[in-house]
């Protein structure tokens, strides 16, 4: 197609009178002005077929199977290759405190083997095929992550839909998946750790926040007291067809429907269970607070968060967009202007049912007022003037961009309609870029202002001690041992 179009598009355009050796001045005409329509017809056909050049993402042909089971089927623009997500809707949201490990430490088990080769023969299998396979568990999902060649795809789904209905979990299997979980986890929950938990200095400033709000359980989820009752009940509560999205991307077999309807077609729905309500902010915290990281250090973090305003509309495009206009704010006046902080930020991140933004900047730590002070200028400014219509536009227009190449290849395509499952409806995603285009200067100012407005979270992290500090008590401790050989000395003399 492409070098269809390129091939003629040469021939537009001058030296066209020459090429058939005409000299004429009404033929010329004549014929340039057929070859100048021909440019044309041609121009128009080109801008009508643009469209279906470039592969619609946000089309996509879903359908469920009787059982419940949901299906997203995308061909890709790569050969060979089919990237496979199954998203089962259990994640670490829905166990309580003592049951967070859970999700996770039964995903790890459905790797354990489907017969007496086990984990090992398992993976054997995977390879021979020549795929990939991988697991998440987040707040919201359990995912299945899978690369494998388009010939072998059927084969591949066999295998997946063996893991899920044929691992059988004993104990063996279950001390083996805890032991890896823990070391995902970080190794062995230790006294000194769970102690530093209780005493708020082991988590990070948002964490931290999010425990105190009561959004976030206090201590880390341990899994050595989850018994094989709780993981076969949540097995059955949870890993049904009618609680699984099956994405697939790529060169998809043709006999692919087919062969869905009848294999997974056969998996058992269960009767749902709800999905627990996530918790909202139950408890006050401290306007400021310092956290001590570490002994000794020069450097220190200032956070600066916030509970997110809801909008009715476009809550998240706005926020993503506000998030780029005070990330360039802070990166013009701490860095720029006054050269306190090389990396400050702003974040979003979501703690239970409460999204919150942050203004971060690492700064030294002899500088945390003045960066302080820098900061609490920032929003007055941003309160006082609004946002600034050219920034905003700019932000905007490159946010809309870079909406154009953010997603590549079939691999990348499977991992955002994954990320984005709340957005399809009726056969489309939603398109970012068109959502972005409509937020308004106008809104956005609105909810900066909604935002900026709230008294905040002030969270600042430093080691405990500066080097100086540590200098001085050198030299206080060799003053004393000083001290205490001469008043010896002098004791012994008399
Ligand atoms: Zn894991």
């Known amino acids: 197609m492409y070098s269809e179009i390129e091939s003629d598009s040469i021939t537009c355009g001058s030296g066209l009178a020459r090429e058939d050796g005409q000299t004429d001045d009404t033929d010329l005409r004549l014929i340039a002005w057929k070859r100048a329509m021909r440019c044309l017809l041609f121009a128009c056909l080109l801008l009508a077929s643009l469209p279906s050049f470039a592969l619609d ?3 996509v042909e879903g359908y469920t199977l009787p059982n419940g089971l949901q299906m997203l089927l995308k061909p890709g623009t790569e050969r060979g290759h089919v990237a496979i997500r199954l998203v089962v809707g259990v994640g670490i949201d829905d166990f309580s405190c003592a049951e967070k490990e859970l999700p996770h430490l039964l995903e790890h088990l459905l790797f354990s083997g489907i017969d007496a080769t086990g984990e090992g023969g398992l993976e054997e299998r995977m390879q021979a095929l020549g795929g990939e396979w991988n697991a998440y568990t987040s707040n919201a999902d359990t995912t299945f992550v899978i690369e494998a060649p388009a010939k072998n795809q059927r084969k591949v789904l066999d295998l997946l839909l063996a893991l899920l209905t044929q691992t059988r979990i004993d104990d063996n299997a279950i001390n083996a998946a805890k032991q890896v979980v823990e070391r995902e ?5 230790s006294h000194l ?12 400033a948002s964490n931290q926040l999010a425990v105190e709000l009561g959004l976030k359980c206090p201590e880390r989820a341990e899994v050595d007291h989850l018994t094989r009752e709780q993981l076969e009940t949540a097995r059955k509560a949870w890993y049904a067809p009618n609680n699984m999205t099956l994405i697939m991307v790529g060169d998809l077999d043709r006999l692919l429907p087919a ?31 310092t956290l001590s990281h570490g002994f000794v250090g020069g450097g220190a973090k200032l956070h600066w968060l916030v509970p997110e305003p809801v909008l009715e509309d476009q809550h998240d495009e706005t926020f993503d967009l506000l998030k780029d206009y005070l990330d360039w704010a802070l990166y013009r006046q701490l860095r720029l202007a006054h050269s306190l902080s090389y990396g400050p930020s702003a974040e979003r991140e979501v703690f239970g ?3 919150f933004m942050s203004l971060n900047a690492d700064v030294e730590r002899d500088d945390v007022p003045q960066a302080e002070q820098v900061l609490e200028e920032l929003k007055a400014g941003l309160l006082k003037d609004g946002l600034d219509a050219d920034t905003f536009n700019r932000l905007k227009q490159a946010a809309i961009a870079r909406q154009a190449w953010a997603v590549q290849g079939n691999s990348a395509l499977a991992d955002y309609y994954w990320s984005a499952l709340g ?12 959502e972005l285009q409509g937020v308004t200067l106008a809104e956005a100012n609105k909810a900066m202002r909604e935002l900026l407005l709230q008294p905040g979270y002030l969270r600042i992290e430093k080691p405990l001690m500066s080097y100086d500090q540590v200098m001085w008590v050198v030299v206080g401790v060799f003053a004393l041992m000083m001290l205490g050989l001469l008043a010896w000395r002098i004791h012994r003399k008399q």
Request: hydrophobic share 30%; net charge negative.
């Open 57 to 59: 993402r946000f089309q």
């Open 185 to 189: 986890d970080g190794g062995h929950y």
């Open 193 to 204: 750790q769970r102690w530093l938990d209780r005493q708020d200095l082991g988590h990070t």
């Open 259 to 289: 062969y869905l309807e009848r294999a997974w077609g056969a998996l058992e729905a269960v009767a749902p269970t709800d999905h627990p309500p996530l918790p909202q902010i139950q408890a006050s915290a401290a306007h400021e607070r």
């Open 353 to 355: 049912g409460v999204g």
């Open 423 to 434: 957005d399809y409806e009726e056969g489309r995603f939603a398109d970012p870029a068109r």
